[in-house]
């Protein structure tokens, strides 16, 4: 069974950086894409970023040139470093995966079966 979990969320002020974390376990896939995914209060959850096993990223267009998606193989730990933040950028941030490569249409979150339970962003003005 998949397990991840996520870290790293809080309370910061708009232009500040954060970097979250999902540990991972459980998976035996041969290939995955993994993702993060923001979900902020009263609208859909939507993707972000996500990576696979070789390290190709995708990103949404929001998020490119702020958000930097990474993995740690060694430690099945996937990351996701956020600059300048934005208080658009406020919400529940999941991590999220499935087996498979990250083609396009991947940041869409209908695609993935195995998620976390999430870790607050919160952005201040």
């Known amino acids: 069974q998949v397990q991840l979990v996520e870290s790293g969320g809080g309370s910061v002020q708009a232009g500040g950086s954060l970097r979250l974390s999902c540990a991972a376990s459980?998976?035996?896939?041969?290939?995955?894409?993994m993702g993060w995914f923001r979900q902020a209060p009263g609208k859909e959850r939507e993707g972000v970023a996500v990576?696979?096993?070789?390290?190709?990223?995708r990103y949404a267009d929001s998020v490119k040139g702020r958000f930097t998606i990474s993995q740690d193989n060694a430690k099945n730990t996937l990351y996701l470093h956020i600059d300048t933040l934005k208080p658009e950028d406020t919400g529940m941030y999941y991590c999220?995966?499935?087996?498979?490569?990250?083609?396009?249409?991947?940041?869409?979150?209908?695609?993935?079966?195995?998620w976390g339970q999430g870790t607050q962003v919160t952005v201040s003005s």
């Open positions: 999220a995966a499935r087996p498979g490569d990250c083609q396009t249409g991947s940041l869409m979150p209908w695609l993935y079966g195995d």
């Open positions: 990576i696979d096993i070789d390290g190709r990223a």
């Open positions: 459980g998976y035996t896939y041969s290939r995955y894409c």
